[in-house]
């Protein structure tokens, strides 16, 4: 027997699959400043900010850290520069080789695995609506065989707390956009993201960008405007893969 609602579960697993996602999302990220909130101070490892800054005439477009411990604090880097440099770094991060093999592989496993996950919960899902379906049953006969008015009662009581709870289990939307979405289509968008991470990223909003940056990048990146990226151990999922193939793992 289950040792928590469907409900519960349900829930549960909508946690896990966002907590990752809504941690990382910014709420103020807009089109002027796509990179803010993405990037950390190259000196401090704080976060990047970005804002318009009045000049003498009119308003400029900066990057700079906010971190008023960090000797960069209030030192701007211009809006053009940092994108420009990100743009470069993006153009940079290609696949090489046979790494197309093992994208396709790992891509295949996650999503059999996804697809195995949405199918248990469906059976979940319709066992738990049956035994609610037979336990309606029951009630009902045991309100119509007993005598007992008071009996009656509670009886139809239980009996209404059983079919709001079908009809919860009734309304659960199971999301099968995993499956719906056919395979080579969705593996085609995963493995050209990372084959040309730059076309991708240009071609979206900034929702979305924010979205992808997690999935070219492991991390937010650090920059500074001392000496830009730090790209001697770049977090990226490209470098990741081409370390499988080339250590033969």
Known sequence: KAIISLDTYEMNQRRLKSQGLSKRMRVDIS????????????????????????????????????????????KMVRK??????????????????DVDVLVQKVFSGVWQEEAGD??????LKQRKKQELEIK?????????????????????????E????????GAIDIDLSDTSVPYQTALNKATGLLKSPYKIWSSVDVLEKHR??????EEKLAYS?????????????????????????
């Open 136 to 160: 309606i049953g029951e009630l009902t006969d045991l309100i119509i065989a007993t005598k007992s008015d008071a009996v009656k009662r509670a009886y139809e009581s239980k009996l209404e």
């Open 212 to 217: 992808l940056y997690f999935f070219i990048f």
């Open 80 to 97: 053009k520069d940092m994108e420009d440099a990100f743009t470069s770094l993006l153009k940079k991060q290609i696949l090489v080789g």
């Open 162 to 169: 059983v079919v709001v709870e079908l009809e919860g289990i």
């Open 31 to 74: 089109d002027g400043f796509p990179l803010r909130g993405l990037h950390l101070c190259g000196e401090c490892s704080k976060p990047l900010t970005g804002a318009w800054i009045k000049g003498r005439s009119k308003k400029y477009p900066y990057y700079y850290c906010q971190n008023k411990d960090c000797e960069q604090n209030g």
């Open 225 to 249: 405007k001392k000496t830009g990226y730090q790209t001697d151990n770049l977090p990226c999922a490209v470098r990741l893969f081409e370390e499988f193939v080339c250590t033969n793992s």
């Open 118 to 123: 949405i199918r248990k919960l469906e059976d």
